[in-house]
């Protein structure tokens, strides 16, 4: 498995940066704004690296998945029940878990007492599998009536714009939709498939999700957005020929948020039907057809199908064996092995080529290894400010203990000159504080104007949105460029502390000759954007029966007692909600109005977001002077011989000496992460 081994490389050597670093600031120079290092190590540790896979209903997604997991796992012969998110990881043992639309879960472990037996992989097939007079049924927008508006009955049911969502005709399948209301209830339907399994990724972290077809929306497709907001990489699968689809403009269109867009691929798949020619061809017109949503780079060809048969070959599963697996392996094995025998190629090799698998994996591992890169180079570069600091500060111990060696009296009056500087150093940054709050304060700033502006059109986008994904759409879209210019706001007032910091420390520098500790703006900047917002908490009503225990004919107490429903919530997000409607206008109405209170909001988000960010500011630039007196004080009341000063020096010069080889090993890292 290529995918994820560049950045499983530059992650272990960032955690093992981090490690030597929590060694050496445990040894007792100053390293600040460590909670936001530790938050930001957690997340390099807990984050899964993300491949969402999309496309069409029987567009070969689950063949696809299992030739990128290397093993058969998903059933690629049966109609997934696309209500439910497949989510793929790895774990010593295989295990499926399962959630229901009641809330209920089910989990269920291979056991090792029946070797010949994947009990999970059996359970995985069952649920994600669909009775074949189903199949015209657009199931996941019947579960999503069923789990969001409690459809009991086809008559709940507006089947005209059923068959408008659905593009379906739906007039003589009334009965059947009856049937499948009847069959699924709640606690039958799954909104969540975790399946984990000892695959032969190196890459632990690595995660793949199955999403439900393009052309099968519903009920889960706020839980798609998450997934997709999220991703490294979103793989559209489509077959190579026809090589047209409108489905991959409308997902595209109306269905991913422009930040998500750079993270999108194309993959066309059954290469090996066709001639060498025919998929140049196709692949050059698919170039040519899609260019302008996505790069040329990012548009692939595969084919699964070969992909599968090479990892049964490189299992050592005879031909015959494989033959029998599958009339689609028969098909092609017959192709490749007449092929083969023609070019005096190895079956292996020439199928592993034809399937360009390995191609494929290259190229997204190099372009969605770089947002997680930028994570790690934003955890070493904050590692390098705290090398930097406590290098800087060491050089001054040195200073002043070379003054205490030749002269006491010397080295208390650097002492006093130094806290003197430290007070006027606080007193200037203040200042620089007070004037960022009169310069970014009030109704005239770019944020405003910009927020004006964005107003403006949203409204005329919504009013010409014509279904509920495009207003879905807009809405997150419109939401992130709130944050966009709330962000930009920030940056803004970072900029302009920072280049005034590094004035009056330059000068302190060359003038004082003192080291002024460099501040890490970025960890102030996201201190005070956590405090300036808060989450509410998404809940769901939900009711659970609890059932008399013991209830029996012979026993009359128990028989005649009564059930107990209890009714409770469920925190199911943190997510900016809105309530899915059934008709596209009140849908509008409803998008707007949350809108406009989301954006009315951003004057006073601003006004508290700059008080925030300021007030953090001084308390960090205060802490830091503190912090440096505590230091100063403890030096001056320590006592020591000549003979213990001199080795107090030697050992800081140690310790310094052992910061500067570590800030050469952070720097090369740097380079290397940009």
């Known amino acids: 498995m290529v995918i994820g081994t560049q950045l499983k490389h530059y992650r272990d050597k960032v955690l093992d940066v981090y490690e030597q670093y929590t060694v050496a600031k445990g040894s007792g120079y100053n390293g600040r704004n460590n909670k936001k290092l530790e938050k930001l190590i957690q997340q390099v540790i807990d984050r899964k690296f993300t491949l969402v896979v999309a496309g069409e209903v029987k567009a070969g997604k689950s063949t696809f998945i299992n030739a990128l997991l290397g093993a058969e796992v998903l059933p690629a012969d049966v109609l997934q ?152 990489a979103i793989l559209f699968i489509h077959p190579i020929k026809p090589v047209e689809s409108e489905s991959l403009r409308k997902f595209i269109d109306t269905a991913i948020q422009d930040q998500c867009k750079d993270s999108i691929f194309l993959v066309l798949t059954h290469a090996g039907l066709y001639s060498d020619d025919d998929v140049d061809r196709l692949y050059n017109e698919a170039v040519r057809l899609y260019s302008d ?59 592993l080529d034809v399937s360009r698998f390995d191609h494929m994996l290259s190229a997204i591992d190099e372009f969605s290894t770089k947002a997680p890169l930028l994570q790690l180079y934003a955890v070493v570069d904050k590692i390098r400010i705290g090398y930097g600091n406590a290098a800087g500060e060491l050089n001054d111990k040195i200073t002043r203990l070379e003054h205490k060696k030749k002269s006491p009296q010397e080295f208390e009056r650097e002492i006093a000159r130094v806290e003197k500087l430290l007070g006027e150093y606080e007193l200037l940054i203040k200042k620089v504080a007070e ?190 002077i503190k912090s440096l007196k505590d230091t100063l004080q403890i030096e001056k009341e320590k006592k020591k011989t000549n003979q213990e000063i001199v080795e107090e020096i030697g050992l800081t010069e140690t310790e310094l000496g052992d910061i500067k080889t570590e800030l050469i090993r952070v720097n090369e890292l740097l380079v290397n992460l940009k």
């Not at 405003?448 to 005329?460: A, E, G, M, T, Y």
């Not at 009140?586 to 007030?615: E, G, H, V, W």
Request: hydrophobic share 40%.
């Open 81 to 232: 029940a696309t209500s439910a998110i497949i989510e793929i990881s790895k774990a010593d043992l295989p295990h499926v878990k399962v959630t229901y639309a009641n809330g209920d879960v089910k989990e269920v472990f291979d056991d090792p007492a029946t070797p010949f037996i994947d009990e999970s992989k059996v359970f995985l097939s069952e649920v994600c599998s669909l009775q074949d007079k189903y199949r015209s049924v657009p199931v996941t927008l019947v579960d999503s009536l069923i789990i969001h508006h409690n459809v009991k009955s086809v008559k709940d049911i507006n089947i005209e714009a059923l068959e408008i969502q659905s593009g379906l005709k739906l007039a003589n399948s009334i009965e059947i939709i009856q049937d499948y209301i009847t069959e699924h209830s709640l606690d039958k339907i799954p909104v969540k498939i975790q399946y984990q399994y000892p695959f032969k990724w190196e890459f632990n972290q690595l995660q793949i999700v199955d999403s439900p077809g393009v052309n099968a929306r519903g009920g889960v497709q706020d839980l798609t957005f998450e997934y997709m907001d999220n991703a490294n």
């Open 293 to 351: 949503i996505i790069a040329k780079e990012k548009i692939l060809v595969v084919d699964s199908m070969l992909k599968l048969i090479h990892i049964d070959l490189a299992n050592g599963t005879p031909i015959e064996e494989i033959e029998k697996t599958s009339a689609a392996k028969e098909d092609l094995l017959s192709k490749f092995i007449r092929k083969s025998e023609k070019n005096n190629i190895a079956l292996s090799t020439l199928i």
């Open 435 to 624: 004037h960022a709050r009169i310069k970014f304060s009030g109704m005239k700033t770019d944020s405003i104007n910009q927020w004006k502006d964005l107003r403006l059109s949203f409204h005329d986008i919504i009013n010409s949105s014509k279904s509920e994904e495009e207003i879905r759409k807009h809405f997150y879209d419109f939401n992130n460029r709130i944050d966009d210019i709330l962000e930009r706001f920030k940056e803004n007032i970072a900029a302009y502390l920072r280049e005034e910091c590094e004035k009056i420390g330059t000068k302190f520098t060359a003038v004082h000759h003192m080291h002024i500790p460099e501040i890490d703006f970025d960890a102030l900047s996201d201190t005070s954007k956590e405090e300036s917002y808060f989450q509410k908490e998404v809940k769901e009503r939900r009711t659970r029966t609890n059932y008399v225990q013991g209830r029996a004919w012979y026993n009359l107490w128990k028989f005649w007692e009564a059930d107990e429903v209890e009714e409770y919530y469920v925190v199911v997000g943190h997510n900016t909600v809105f309530d899915a409607v059934k008709f596209v206008d009140s849908l509008r109405f409803k998008i707007t109005k949350a809108f406009d209170n989301r954006s009315n909001a951003i004057p006073d988000d601003q006004t508290k977001l700059l008080s925030t960010y300021l007030n953090s500011f001084e308390d960090e630039i205060s802490m830091i």
